[in-house]
């Protein structure tokens, strides 16, 4: 998605999807849990704080998941017959659960912040397709059909390429129809990551993400389509890649597939200089990108007027996603 900044571990965006499997694995487990909270819950949805309710909802489901996966763990250690290696599992199952549970702690904190910021409005954005036009050409993501956008990353010894591009096919969601975007990632020259992305600009100029059908791939098969999802959905409704007039201070979501999906951007500057190889950019915007998926991941992306993305720094161990050429077919 949105091109974000790819590791050679396979994802980038950019991200461990290890917290993403704490929710996908939860089952019954989950599904009763949150039957009884909401059905508890339902007749007072409009005196509480949704953001609030949504994040504790959210954590409890974690943890719930992430001790379902400790009980599998230790189910198939009692399954190993030698005594050391039995223990040796056990006690990996038991790291693995602390922790699992640090990283659902870690991300309610993120999700507090995020209410602070927002506010305890439900999520519920308006979508009405006659507010959308055909077109994306917002200054700092412009996204015009037969133009590739190409990154580079050279981390811990390996070459990571993203090659993102504006297709000239469209798909029609929640009756709006959105630009494709087909974002290839290619580590050491291997396809690992295969994505299609959906983007529309509304009247105002505002640009929202409408979803994404992603797999991550380890020796040609796929591994993992964690990170998928599309507006209307299942609960999954769209977010802002970018906002038609940005300003510092500028919060919001870029996405909302709940335990799945939940990138969200702050604007942290408007005046950035930025050199790549492709070459020097002033003015630039800087979007800090976080996500309580990942609550020790942030990414700041810089974006330059009439080009669009142009670099990502991972703000904890410096790794750049620069981008290095544009192709126009």
């Not at 949504?54 to 974690?62: G, Q």
């Not at 059908?213 to 389509?225: F, K, R, S």
């Amino acid at each position: 998605m949105k091109a974000k900044s790819k590791r050679p571990e396979i994802r980038l965006e950019w991200r461990n999807r290890r917290s993403r499997r704490l929710l996908a694995g939860t089952g019954v487990a989950v599904a009763a849990f949150l039957a009884c909270n909401l059905v508890g819950r339902a007749l007072a949805t409009d005196a509480v704080n949704a953001c609030q309710q949504t994040a504790a909802d959210v954590f409890a489901a974690c943890r719930t998941s992430a001790q379902s996966d400790y009980q599998i763990a230790v189910g198939k250690c009692v399954n190993i017959s030698d005594q050391a290696a039995r223990k040796a599992c056990q006690k990996q199952a038991a790291a693995d659960l602390d922790d699992a549970l640090q990283t659902c702690k870690d991300g309610s904190a993120v999700r507090q912040v995020t209410c602070e910021k927002l506010g305890p409005a439900p999520y519920d954005p308006v979508i009405d397709p006659a507010n959308f036009v055909t077109k994306i050409d917002n200054p700092y993501f412009p996204l015009v059909p037969g133009t590739t956008f190409i990154y580079e990353d050279h981390f811990a010894g390996s070459i990571m390429r993203d090659e993102f591009a504006v297709t000239h096919n469209t798909r029609v969601i929640d009756g709006v129809t959105c630009v494709e975007v087909h974002d290839s990632v290619f580590t050491d020259g291997v396809l690992t990551e295969d994505t299609l992305d959906w983007f529309a600009q509304d009247k105002d100029g505002n640009v929202w993400y409408f979803g994404e059908n992603t797999a991550e791939l380890v020796d040609g098969l796929i591994t993992t389509i964690d990170g998928t999802f599309m507006s209307g959905v299942d609960g999954d409704k769209p977010g802002i890649i970018m906002k038609a007039h940005p300003a510092v201070g500028d919060f919001y979501r870029q996405e909302f597939s709940l335990g799945n999906a939940e990138d969200e951007a702050e604007t942290v500057g408007l005046n950035a200089s930025v050199t790549v190889p492709y070459g020097s950019f002033q003015h630039c915007l800087d979007s800090r990108e976080t996500t309580p998926l990942e609550p020790d991941l942030v990414e700041d992306k810089f974006y330059a007027l009439g080009v669009g993305n142009v670099l990502a720094v991972d703000d904890n161990t410096g790794e750049r996603t620069e981008l290095i050429e544009i192709v126009t077919k």
